[in-house]
């Protein structure tokens, strides 16, 4: 993720993930985005 990025917009993000991934998938998916 690139530093442009805004806190608003990875707040958007995490919420999507945490909504719609099961739990054991978050942190994977998480880790793959850093």
């Known amino acids: 993720m690139s530093p442009e990025h805004s806190p608003e917009l990875l ?3 995490y919420l999507f ?3 719609h991934y099961p ?3 978050r942190f994977a998916l998480l880790l ?3």
Request: aromatic share 8%; no cysteine.
């Open 23 to 25: 739990t054991q998938n």
């Open 32 to 34: 793959e985005m850093l």
């Open 11 to 13: 707040e958007m993000l």
């Open 17 to 19: 993930v945490f909504t």
